[in-house]
């Protein structure tokens, strides 16, 4: 699903940075501007981060080319289009206020018309706003002919035992329901196999390892419960390190 411009509601973290423009907070990033633009009441820059370039938007500021900025713990949304840039971003991070040149920038103005934001991380998402990393409908998955990996379990098995299982390797086979890659250092795959109810049929698993959204994966890696990675991602059960194998 394409996320649009019209539908960038949820700025989740106003925190402002203080002090170092290089130094992000926890979950955060920063480096210098390479690429920026105005529109829908937002501005864009592509942060070059000496390793990497990762856009990200706020609510309209000052910036120019070569500016140091930093954004704090910020959310990310994949495959999101902005309709007034008539533009896709694979990755983009929202933050409620970016730094620039280590200053602190004035409190955000939402652009006329705007949704009142939610409370802070947890909020509420104004209606009809597209579900963030984490937050997803329930996909549409066809599991005919899916069978257990063998030697391994089910989704259902590993939410039942998990107490027992926190910290051990498990093996299990599913579909992929949801890829978003390469934020926060990891790819982060939604894994489902048929099996569970609603709250324990949906497995997160955090990898290097690629895939895409309907593949079949063969998922060997390590059970981790409550794991708080920052910038609002809390979980009570994923299997991290893992390694997918598509089939």
Known sequence: M???GSLIAWLLFGAV???NPATAAPGGFSGKVSETMDAGGYTYVQVDTGTNKVWAAAAKFTVKLGDSVAVPDAMPMSNFRSESLKRDFPVIYFAGSISVNGANPDPAKLPPGHPA???GAGGDLPAGHPSPVGRMAPP???FT???PAKDGKTIAEIYAGSAKLAGKSVKFR???VKY???ILGKNWLHIQDGTG???SNDLLVTTKSEAKRGDTVLIEGVVALNKDFGSGYKYKLLVEEAKATVE
């Open 197 to 199: 109810s609603d709250g």
């Open 17 to 19: 940075l203080r002090g």
């Open 117 to 119: 934001l939610g409370g």
């Open 180 to 182: 978003n890659a390469n």
């Open 145 to 147: 002919g899916l069978k």
């Open 2 to 4: 394409k996320f649009t």
């Open 174 to 176: 599913g579909k992929v």
């Open 140 to 142: 549409k998955v066809d």
